[in-house]
């Protein structure tokens, strides 16, 4: 398949890198372009100066960037490059509102549009084992299942326009609300003079147990944070949830509370640590 692909940072270089190892045509875009330089270098992939250059006689489009205007930027760009029939799908992370929007202009053209943001990470990106949640027309998600299986786990449909991104939000709360859970444990085990990995001996192997707690129990109670999902990151995703929950009438006060929390780890100088870095939030205040 002919594939255009815009956004070649720490998750999309690997998820399009996969697609070029899996036989697709391959034509990468980054707004930084040394760096799709770089990617087209190492994968054997293309080199697309521009996204029309990208989009140009694509089957599938891929966009995996920053926010909503960076997805409003990209799409509008790539429209005109497309012919009727192509489809779009976005992996960015961002709201329903601009899913909804990008679906009905990429509609006007006889585009398809499917917003489909991902969990997993890096490391899922780059070991091809992510979860993708995907929103718009059933039929095209169907369609282009196969190439997105080659960087994902499981793709699942659920429902209209937007319905990606809103799962991606109920994702990031559920985060959210573990972390801060799991930092709160650390800072009880140490405040309480237990020896943290025989804690984690103890509690991990029955109902407290978590992908967070069996990956960064013990890096959080060490006080390492470099690894993975970034603060600043996190604290984009929860403002599209706190956004849609004024929408929707949901009631999220601890996910509310986790997004003041992660303001104080940034002023700490943690914009780039990861998200278990609530952990030293806890831990400053302990000392202080």
Same mark, same amino acid.
């Given at each position: 398949?002919?594939?255009?692909?815009?956004?070649?940072?720490?998750?999309g270089?690997?998820?399009?890198?996969?697609?070029?190892?899996?036989?697709?045509?391959?034509?990468?875009?980054?707004?930084?372009?040394?760096? @799709?330089?770089?990617?087209?270098?190492?994968?054997?992939?293309?080199?697309?100066?521009?996204?029309?250059?990208?989009?140009?006689?694509?089957?599938?489009?891929?966009?995996?960037?920053?926010?909503?205007?960076?997805?409003?930027?990209?799409?509008?760009?790539?429209?005109?490059?497309?012919?009727?029939?192509?489809?779009?799908?976005?992996?960015?992370?961002a709201?329903? /509102?601009?899913?909804?929007?990008?679906?009905?202009?990429? @509609?006007?053209?006889g585009?398809l549009?499917?917003?489909a943001?991902?969990?997993?990470?890096?490391?899922?990106?780059?070991?091809?084992?992510?979860?993708?949640?995907?929103?718009?027309?059933?039929a095209?998600?169907a369609?282009?299942?196969?190439?997105?299986?080659?960087?994902?786990?499981?793709?699942?449909?659920?429902?209209?326009?937007?319905?990606?991104?809103?799962?991606?939000?109920?994702?990031?709360?559920?985060?959210?609300?573990?972390?801060?859970?799991?930092?709160?444990?650390?800072?009880?085990?140490?405040?309480?003079?237990?020896?943290?990995?025989?804690?984690?001996?103890?509690?991990?192997?029955?109902?407290?147990?978590?992908?967070?707690?069996d990956n960064?129990?013990?890096?959080?109670?060490?006080?390492?944070?470099?690894?993975?999902?970034?603060?600043?990151?996190? /604290?984009?995703?929860?403002?599209?949830?706190?956004?849609? @929950?004024?929408?929707?009438?949901?009631?999220?006060?601890?996910?509310?509370?986790?997004?003041?929390?992660?303001?104080?780890?940034?002023?700490?100088?943690?914009?780039?640590?990861?998200?278990?870095?609530?952990?030293? /939030?806890?831990?400053?205040?302990?000392?202080?």
């Amino acid at each position: 398949m002919k594939i255009g692909f815009a956004g070649l940072g720490v998750m999309g270089a690997p998820m399009a890198g996969h697609l070029v190892q899996a036989g697709h045509d391959v034509a990468g875009f980054n707004r930084s372009p040394g760096k @799709a330089r770089a990617w087209a270098g190492a994968t054997n992939g293309r080199f697309a100066a521009t996204v029309p250059e990208a989009a140009a006689g694509a089957q599938l489009f891929i966009l995996c960037v920053g926010n909503d205007d960076d997805v409003r930027e990209v799409v509008t760009a790539a429209l005109p490059a497309l012919t009727a029939g192509a489809i779009i799908v976005d992996h960015t992370t961002a709201s329903a /509102r601009v899913a909804r929007e990008m679906a009905a202009l990429a @509609a006007g053209r006889g585009v398809l549009f499917i917003d489909a943001p991902v969990s997993g990470g890096q490391a899922g990106a780059e070991n091809g084992q992510l979860s993708v949640m995907a929103g718009g027309d059933a039929a095209a998600l169907a369609r282009i299942e196969p190439v997105l299986m080659h960087y994902a786990k499981a793709v699942r449909h659920m429902g209209p326009s937007g319905s990606g991104q809103l799962t991606k939000m109920v994702n990031q709360i559920a985060i959210a609300g573990v972390v801060q859970g799991l930092a709160e444990a650390v800072h009880f085990a140490q405040t309480a003079g237990l020896d943290t990995d025989a804690v984690y001996d103890a509690v991990s192997k029955g109902a407290a147990q978590s992908w967070q707690m069996d990956n960064r129990w013990k890096t959080a109670a060490a006080g390492q944070f470099d690894f993975g999902f970034a603060v600043d990151w996190m /604290r984009k995703d929860l403002g599209l949830v706190l956004d849609e @929950a004024r929408a929707n009438g949901a009631h999220l006060a601890l996910t509310a509370l986790v997004d003041q929390f992660y303001s104080e780890v940034q002023a700490m100088g943690g914009a780039r640590w990861d998200t278990s870095s609530l952990a030293a /939030r806890l831990q400053d205040r302990e000392r202080r």
